[in-house]
């Protein structure tokens, strides 16, 4: 390749012949669509499941940490639901 020929076709990363460099059109692309159904479903499924066992995990760890409050809470709970009549 000559000089000539990269000076009318430019070195990588130069500005096209106007001198002025292209704008850039926005992509408007959505990132989750790129991805088949199937794979969105097992994803979304697996963040339900994480998050069940999460908050199980939690009702669990208080039920046992709090165990002499737990029966008075429930009961209150109760009661406060059957207060709530409308």
């Known amino acids: ?3 000539s020929h990269q000076a009318e076709v430019g070195m990588p990363g130069d500005p096209p012949s106007g001198g002025v ?9 959505r990132p989750y669509l790129m991805l088949p ?22 009702v669990v760890f208080a ?9 008075p809470v429930i009961l209150s709970l109760l009661g406060t639901s059957l207060l709530y009549r409308s």
């Open 21 to 29: 460099p292209d704008r850039r059109r926005e992509d408007h692309r």
């Open 63 to 71: 039920l046992v940490e709090l165990r002499a409050a737990t029966v």
């Open 37 to 58: 159904p199937p794979v969105r479903s097992a994803a979304a499924w697996s963040v339900a499941v994480i998050l069940l066992i999460t908050v199980a995990s939690l």
């Open 1 to 3: 390749m000559d000089r």
